[in-house]
């Protein structure tokens, strides 16, 4: 297949990254540079274009730690689109085992000619300490419970697809907010647009320190449905935890899962999504999952766009 040919315009002199580690550090304007430059790609997948030679004779690695299914392929087929070279790290079969320690590990995968790194390890600040060790760019794809900017931004994205803003909106994060590094990017990308953000789920899940990031929290799923525009379900991130935090799933899906008899109190516009994997009938009815107002694949195909606008701002102007 020919490479398809695409304008995606000039970068702003302000875009100087090198890394994409967290949304928290991200402005404004870099965030809406990168959903602007997604926005392009989509519309070229929308049509049909699927091969570009923007990254071509670049190579990128995954450098995952932890099970990944829609991040892991999202990126590699992103990397492929643009006509880059993209490797897979397997850590069970590399010589971590034989006691190579990650930083090592790293730069021996750079030294083969690697252009970034995307790296997913269950313990926080891990991108950033090979960042800090690396020449090469590196992208978090989830760093245990901190951040994951971009499914952060494959939200956002999908928000401003439906409404054509973000500004204004009323969005609610539901479910495992304690352990979830989504929670946390959309939160930094949201408030930073302008969006008023509540946290919503049990109170051993969901602290009143939150307020201190400038969002609402609320115990109640039903006292806020009312007022949302945009429902973000997550998933109860069980691997985390050291004891159970409520005292049954049953108990936790009468509470907090959305089901139509919920639906029918929400706005007309409302919109759900979900980082995935979705629990069908914990945190989400499979009636509502696949009803009008998801958009869970619209997110995943949004996730491609968005990884190739990050890829191509990390390094298609170096």
Not at 94 to 121: F, Q, W, Y
Not at 194 to 219: D, K, N
């Amino acid at each position: 297949m020919a490479c398809a040919e695409i304008d995606l315009g000039e970068v702003p002199g302000f875009w100087k990254r090198r890394h994409l580690l967290t949304l928290e550090e991200l402005t404004a304007e870099e965030i809406t540079l990168i959903l602007d430059k997604a926005s392009i790609f989509r519309q070229a997948i929308t049509e049909g274009q699927r091969k570009f030679s923007l990254l071509a004779g670049k190579t990128c690695v995954n450098l995952f730690f932890e099970n990944s299914t829609r991040t892991r392929n999202s990126f590699a087929l992103a990397a492929r689109r643009l006509g880059a070279d993209m490797l897979d790290f397997s850590a069970s079969t590399s010589s971590l085992s034989k006691g190579e320690t990650l930083i090592d590990t790293a730069k021996n995968i750079e030294a083969m000619g690697v252009d970034a790194m995307i790296v997913r390890h269950s313990t926080p600040g891990t991108p950033k300490l090979l960042a800090d060790n690396l020449n090469c760019s590196v992208i978090n794809a989830g760093d245990g419970p901190h951040e994951h900017p971009t499914q952060g931004l494959l939200d956002i994205l999908t928000m401003r697809q439906r409404f054509g803003r973000i500004e204004g909106l009323t969005v609610a994060l539901v479910g495992d907010i304690a352990h979830s590094r989504t929670a946390r990017s959309n939160i930094w990308g949201l408030k930073k647009l302008g969006a008023h953000v509540i946290v919503c789920g049990p109170s051993t899940l969901v602290s009143v320190r939150w307020r201190e990031l400038g969002v609402e929290t609320s115990y109640s799923l039903d006292d806020i449905l009312p007022r949302v525009d945009v429902l973000n379900l997550l998933r109860i991130q069980f691997e985390r935890q050291s004891r159970r935090p409520f005292p049954s799933v049953r108990e936790y899906a009468l509470l907090y899962a959305m089901d139509n008899r919920r639906l029918a109190r929400t706005k007309p516009h409302i919109l759900i999504l979900a980082p995935g994997p979705i629990n069908r009938g914990v945190e989400v009815t499979p009636d509502v999952a696949d009803g009008p107002q998801s958009a869970i694949l619209d997110q995943v195909t949004n996730g491609v766009a968005v990884r190739m606008a990050v890829l191509w701002l990390l390094l298609g102007n170096r």
